[in-house]
C-alpha cells in the first residue's frame, strides 16, 4: 500500500508537482472555508432551535391564560348583547356603517355627557342637601304670583312707553314752537317800544314828554334808546 501512495505521488517534474500542491492546498482551504460555514449554520441553527423551543414553551404557559381571557371575554360579549337586546347579525352592520374614528368620536362625546351627567347629579344633591327639612314650595302660589307680577311688569311698560312717546310728541311740539317763541318775543319787543314811543309822544308818560322835533333830532345823531 505504501508503494502504491509513493508510486502515486511521484510527479514528472517539480513544475507539476507544486501545480497538484496548489490544487490540494485551494481544495484544503475551500473545504475549512465550507467547514467553517457549516459549523455556523450548525450554531444558528441551533439558537434558533432553542430559541423556537423556547417560544413553545412560553406560548403553552401562557395558553391557558389566554384561554381564560377568551371564555371572559366570550362571557362579557354574550352578556352586553343581552343588556342590549341585540343579536350579532344586528350590531355588525353597525360596525360596517360606522368608521373606528366615528366611534372614537362618539366615545368622546359619551364620555363628555357622562362627566356632565355626573356634575349635574353633585350639584343636585348639594342643592337636596342644602334645602333638607325646608318647607316644599307651593308651586301654584308661586305661579300666580309670578303672573301677578308679570301683568305689573306689562302695565309699568305699557306706561313708560307712553311717558316715552308723550316725551317725544313734547318735543317734537318744542322743537316746532321755539322758533315762533323767538319770533313773538320780537314783535313784543317791538310792540312794547312802539308803545313807548306812543306814551312820550302824546304826553302820557309823567316828566317824559317830548315834542316831534326833540324826538326826531335824537333818532338822528342816534341818542335815542328806543330805537337803539
Same mark, same amino acid.
Given at each position: 500500500?505504501?508503494? #502504491?501512495?509513493?508510486?502515486s505521488?511521484e510527479?514528472?517534474?517539480?513544475? &507539476? +508537482?507544486?501545480?497538484e500542491?496548489?490544487?490540494?492546498?485551494?481544495?484544503?482551504?475551500?473545504? +475549512?472555508?465550507?467547514? =467553517?460555514?457549516?459549523? @455556523?449554520?450548525s450554531?444558528t &441553527?441551533s439558537?434558533a432551535?432553542?430559541?423556537?423551543i423556547?417560544?413553545?414553551?412560553?406560548?403553552m404557559?401562557e395558553l391557558p391564560g389566554?384561554? @381564560?381571557?377568551?371564555q %371572559?371575554? $366570550?362571557?362579557?360579549y354574550t =352578556?352586553?348583547l343581552?343588556?342590549?337586546?341585540?343579536t *350579532?347579525? %344586528?350590531?355588525k352592520?353597525?360596525?360596517e356603517e360606522?368608521?373606528?374614528?366615528? &366611534?372614537?368620536q362618539l #366615545?368622546?362625546?359619551?364620555d363628555?355627557?357622562? $362627566? /356632565?351627567?355626573?356634575?349635574?347629579q !353633585?350639584?343636585k344633591?348639594? !342643592?337636596?342637601?342644602?334645602?333638607d327639612g325646608?318647607?316644599?314650595?307651593?308651586?301654584e302660589?308661586?305661579?300666580? #304670583?309670578?303672573?301677578?307680577a308679570?301683568?305689573?311688569?306689562?302695565l +309699568? #311698560?305699557?306706561?313708560?312707553d307712553s311717558? /316715552?312717546?308723550?316725551?317725544k &310728541?313734547? $318735543?317734537?311740539?318744542?322743537?316746532?314752537?321755539?322758533?315762533?317763541? *323767538?319770533?313773538?318775543?320780537?314783535?313784543? =319787543?317791538?310792540?312794547a /317800544?312802539? *308803545?313807548?314811543l306812543y /306814551?312820550?309822544?302824546s304826553?302820557?308818560?309823567?316828566?317824559?314828554?317830548?315834542d316831534? %322835533?326833540?324826538?326826531?333830532?335824537e333818532?338822528l345823531?342816534? =341818542?335815542?334808546?328806543?330805537?337803539?
Amino acid at each position: 500500500m505504501l508503494e #502504491q501512495l509513493s508510486s502515486s505521488l511521484e510527479y514528472p517534474s517539480e513544475e &507539476a +508537482a507544486m501545480q497538484e500542491f496548489d490544487k490540494s492546498k485551494a481544495k484544503w482551504k475551500k473545504a +475549512a472555508r465550507d467547514a =467553517e460555514d457549516a459549523q @455556523k449554520k450548525s450554531s444558528t &441553527a441551533s439558537e434558533a432551535f432553542v430559541n423556537c423551543i423556547s417560544l413553545i414553551q412560553r406560548y403553552m404557559d401562557e395558553l391557558p391564560g389566554l384561554q @381564560k381571557a377568551l371564555q %371572559e371575554r $366570550q362571557a362579557s360579549y354574550t =352578556e352586553l348583547l343581552h343588556a342590549k337586546d341585540m343579536t *350579532e347579525s %344586528e350590531w355588525k352592520p353597525l360596525t360596517e356603517e360606522y368608521s373606528r374614528q366615528m &366611534a372614537d368620536q362618539l #366615545q368622546k362625546e359619551t364620555d363628555t355627557w357622562k $362627566q /356632565k351627567k355626573i356634575a349635574a347629579q !353633585t350639584v343636585k344633591d348639594s !342643592t337636596s342637601k342644602a334645602i333638607d327639612g325646608r318647607t316644599k314650595p307651593d308651586l301654584e302660589l308661586a305661579k300666580a #304670583q309670578m303672573e301677578e307680577a308679570e301683568v305689573k311688569r306689562r302695565l +309699568a #311698560q305699557e306706561k313708560l312707553d307712553s311717558y /316715552k312717546e308723550q316725551y317725544k &310728541a313734547d $318735543q317734537d311740539a318744542c322743537s316746532i314752537l321755539t322758533p315762533q317763541m *323767538e319770533k313773538r318775543g320780537k314783535i313784543i =319787543e317791538k310792540h312794547a /317800544k312802539l *308803545e313807548t314811543l306812543y /306814551k312820550l309822544l302824546s304826553g302820557n308818560m309823567s316828566g317824559n314828554r317830548m315834542d316831534l %322835533e326833540t324826538f326826531c333830532a335824537e333818532i338822528l345823531s342816534g =341818542e335815542n334808546i328806543i330805537c337803539s
